[in-house]
């Protein structure tokens, strides 16, 4: 997930942004070094700068990368040193859009987070499951993005595939018209939701509740900070979530046993909490960002005695820091909505097209033998662990 920040120009260098998803581009020595004359010559026009979506977890150097954008809270690496961190993530840049309105909260409990392992879903099914069982009928609604079928039951281990299965075993057929899921699909832009009916579904609730055991920053809860709602989250989650917490604005809890008292604490207190607004704004909203973020790029430019272009395009940046907005070319990219590039391949593809040169089929040819031996080894490696990991369970 890569994205053209700014062009370079004649006497001007330009600035892209890569994902955490690329790390491995430029670190597997074997396949990069067929594309490393063209890191070279681009490195020469742009800064490379990495947003880390994920949290850091004592990661290993990244060779050609200029700057990381993680939270303060996300984590480090094994050498600080060389890896200069800048407190930004795109939950620094939510869109004006989120705001606080004078809606009636009609839901309890809001959460929206993708269907996988790490997300603690299944821990909030079962929360509700113990919250009903005590009669008190909380509303939840859970929103989440889907993929295809054949794309979320055929990869257990990458997706919480036994959601809807978990939800019929927990949630009583009488208690369901109180948990509303609420997919959304990925597979057509035009059928995803607006930010402003985002909005509207935060401020149409109480709380907001991130169960997630690891996370970046995550977007959503400062989204819904804005909208002025309330978080619950886990109190030893790995990442930055914790980084704007406090008793005003949250709760916390310590375990899975723990949640369905926090969530019924929360809801019925839900109007003693004292969002500071002004300062979530000042934290995480792009009005108030933007120009400070821009500073920080002129003084990196100032400090290597380049020429800082003053219009920048620092727009919607919540969504290109996190790749969420698409500029790839069809052909490079894993999906029609997605902008992650696909293989090795593609990357090299796209470093020729920034270099505005004709890619080597030669190469091209080289990679993709190389990116499937790569490939191959990768999902032995990962079928080994994971049905050995299996069989342990069992």
Same mark, same amino acid.
């Given at each position: 997930?890569?994205?053209?920040?700014?062009?370079?120009?004649?006497? *001007?260098?330009?600035?892209?942004?890569?994902? @955490?998803?690329?790390?491995?581009?430029?670190?597997?020595?074997?396949?990069?070094?067929?594309?490393? +004359?063209?890191?070279?010559?681009?490195?020469?026009?742009?800064?490379?700068?990495?947003?880390?979506?994920?949290?850091?977890?004592?990661?290993?150097?990244?060779?050609?990368?200029?700057?990381?954008?993680?939270?303060?809270?996300?984590?480090?690496?094994?050498?600080?040193?060389?890896?200069?961190?800048?407190?930004?993530?795109?939950?620094?840049?939510?869109?004006? !859009?989120?705001?606080?309105?004078?809606?009636?909260?009609?839901?309890?409990? &809001?959460?929206?987070?993708?269907? *996988?392992?790490?997300?603690?879903?299944?821990?909030?099914?079962?929360?509700?499951?113990?919250?009903?069982?005590?009669?008190?009928?909380?509303?939840?609604?859970? &929103?989440?993005?889907?993929?295809?079928?054949?794309?979320?039951?055929?990869?257990?281990?990458?997706?919480?595939?036994?959601?809807? @299965?978990?939800?019929?075993?927990?949630?009583?057929?009488?208690?369901?018209?109180?948990?509303?899921?609420?997919?959304?699909? *990925?597979?057509? @832009?035009?059928?995803?939701?607006?930010?402003?009916?985002?909005? $509207?579904?935060? $401020?149409?609730?109480? &709380?907001?509740? #991130?169960?997630?055991?690891?996370?970046?920053?995550?977007?959503?809860?400062?989204?819904?900070?804005?909208?002025?709602?309330?978080? &619950?989250?886990?109190?030893?989650?790995?990442?930055?979530?914790?980084?704007?917490?406090?008793?005003?604005?949250?709760?916390?809890?310590?375990?899975?046993?723990?949640?369905?008292?926090? !969530?019924?604490?929360?809801?019925?207190?839900?109007?003693?909490?004292?969002? $500071?607004?002004?300062?979530?704004?000042? #934290?995480?909203?792009?009005?108030?960002?933007?120009?400070?973020?821009?500073?920080?790029?002129?003084? !990196?430019?100032?400090?290597?005695?380049?020429?800082?272009?003053?219009?920048? +395009? %620092?727009?919607?940046?919540?969504?290109?820091?996190?790749?969420?907005?698409?500029?790839?070319?069809?052909?490079?990219? *894993?999906?029609? $909505?997605?902008?992650?590039?696909?293989?090795?391949?593609?990357?090299?593809?796209?470093?020729?097209?920034?270099?505005?040169?004709?890619?080597? #089929?030669?190469?091209? %040819? %080289? !990679?993709?033998?190389?990116?499937?031996?790569?490939?191959?080894?990768?999902?032995?490696?990962?079928?080994?662990?994971?049905?050995?990991?299996?069989?342990?369970?069992?």
């Amino acid at each position: 997930m890569v994205y053209l920040i700014n062009k370079q120009v004649k006497n *001007t260098k330009g600035l892209i942004n890569f994902n @955490s998803n690329e790390a491995l581009f430029f670190r597997k020595k074997f396949i990069e070094i067929f594309y490393r +004359d063209e890191l070279k010559s681009l490195k020469k026009k742009y800064y490379f700068f990495m947003t880390w979506s994920w949290a850091l977890r004592n990661e290993a150097d990244i060779p050609y990368i200029d700057y990381h954008l993680a939270p303060i809270g996300g984590g480090s690496f094994v050498n600080p040193k060389k890896n200069h961190i800048i407190n930004y993530s795109s939950r620094n840049f939510i869109d004006k !859009i989120f705001r606080r309105k004078n809606l009636n909260r009609i839901y309890d409990v &809001i959460s929206v987070l993708r269907p *996988t392992p790490e997300k603690g879903f299944k821990n909030l099914i079962t929360a509700a499951s113990k919250i009903y069982k005590r009669k008190n009928f909380i509303k939840f609604l859970i &929103i989440f993005p889907m993929v295809s079928d054949n794309d979320y039951y055929g990869q257990p281990n990458r997706y919480y595939t036994n959601l809807v @299965s978990d939800y019929k075993k927990f949630i009583k057929e009488e208690h369901r018209k109180y948990f509303t899921l609420l997919p959304i699909n *990925t597979l057509n @832009s035009n059928y995803m939701l607006h930010k402003e009916q985002m909005c $509207n579904f935060y $401020n149409l609730s109480k &709380i907001c509740i #991130l169960p997630s055991i690891i996370e970046g920053g995550n977007r959503a809860v400062h989204e819904a900070l804005l909208c002025g709602c309330p978080i &619950i989250y886990y109190k030893n989650v790995i990442g930055g979530v914790g980084d704007y917490m406090n008793k005003s604005n949250s709760i916390s809890y310590n375990s899975e046993i723990d949640l369905p008292r926090k !969530i019924e604490i929360a809801v019925k207190n839900y109007k003693k909490f004292n969002i $500071n607004q002004k300062e979530t704004k000042n #934290l995480v909203s792009e009005v108030y960002q933007i120009p400070k973020f821009k500073n920080i790029l002129k003084k !990196i430019y100032e400090k290597d005695n380049e020429n800082f272009d003053e219009n920048i +395009d %620092l727009s919607e940046l919540d969504r290109k820091l996190d790749c969420h907005k698409i500029n790839l070319p069809i052909d490079l990219r *894993t999906g029609i $909505n997605s902008n992650n590039i696909k293989n090795f391949s593609s990357f090299y593809k796209y470093l020729c097209i920034l270099l505005d040169k004709r890619p080597s #089929l030669t190469k091209i %040819l %080289l !990679i993709k033998i190389f990116e499937k031996i790569f490939f191959s080894l990768r999902f032995l490696k990962y079928e080994i662990f994971y049905k050995s990991k299996k069989e342990i369970r069992k």
